[in-house]
C-alpha cells in the first residue's frame, strides 16, 4: 500500500549502503543519513513537504485514489522513530490481527497538511485532525519504540492522544 510506496520511493534515493546521499539532518547537522535510521522529522523534510508544496496538501491527498480515505486504525507514535521500524509495526499489527488488504491507518505527518497545520490543530485540541481521526477510527494502534524506550508516554500529543483514548475506551478496540 501506502507505506510500502513510500519506503520504495526514500530507498530508491539510498545507495547499496542504505545511505541517503545528499540528505542530512537540518537538527544535528549529519552530514549523511541512512534508512534504517530515517525519522518521519528527516521524512517531511526530504520528501513530504517538498512533495506537497507545488498543490499545497496532504501526503494522503497526493497518494490516495479515493476523494476521502476513510480511516480504520488511528496511530499514535513519535516522529523520532525509524520509519522503517514504524512501516514494520504496521504491517505485522495487520497481520497479527488479520486484517483485510487495504487497511487504512491514520498518521498524522501523511494526514495533516504540514504547510497549514495550524488549519489542522486549531485552538481545541479536542476539535483538532487528531481528535476527528480518533473518533473515526475504529482502533489505535500505539507504536512504541527503543530509542525511549517508549516515548510515546513523554511526548504531550502522545500523551493527549491516550487521554481521548481513555475517555472514550467503550468505543474503542486495544492494539
Known amino acids: 500500500g501506502q507505506l510500502k510506496n513510500l519506503e520504495a520511493f526514500f530507498m530508491s534515493h539510498a545507495d547499496s549502503a542504505g545511505v541517503l546521499t545528499g540528505w542530512w539532518d537540518r537538527f544535528s547537522r549529519t552530514p549523511e543519513m541512512h534508512i534504517n535510521t530515517l525519522t518521519l522529522y528527516q521524512l517531511v ?10 498543490y499545497h496538501c496532504s501526503l494522503v491527498e497526493l497518494m490516495t485514489t479515493e476523494p476521502k480515505q476513510p480511516t480504520s486504525w488511528f496511530t499514535s507514535h513519535w516522529w523520532g522513530e525509524p520509519v522503517r521500524d514504524f512501516i514494520a509495526c504496521v504491517e505485522n499489527h495487520t497481520r497479527v490481527r488479520s486484517l483485510p488488504d487495504g487497511s487504512t491507518y491514520w498518521v498524522c505527518a501523511y494526514a495533516n497538511n504540514q504547510h497549514e497545520l ?17 473518533a473515526m477510527a475504529c482502533g489505535v ?7 525511549g524506550p517508549a516515548t510515546p508516554f513523554t511526548r504531550v500529543w502522545c500523551c493527549f492522544e491516550e487521554a481521548v483514548i481513555v475517555l472514550n475506551l467503550g468505543s474503542r478496540q486495544a492494539a
Open 118 to 134: 495550524g488549519k489542522d490543530l486549531g485552538k481545541d485540541p479536542l476539535k483538532s485532525s487528531f481528535a476527528r481521526a480518533l
Open 45 to 54: 523534510d526530504w520528501v513530504i513537504n517538498p512533495a506537497t508544496a507545488p
Open 141 to 147: 494502534l500505539l507504536i512504541l519504540d527503543e530509542v
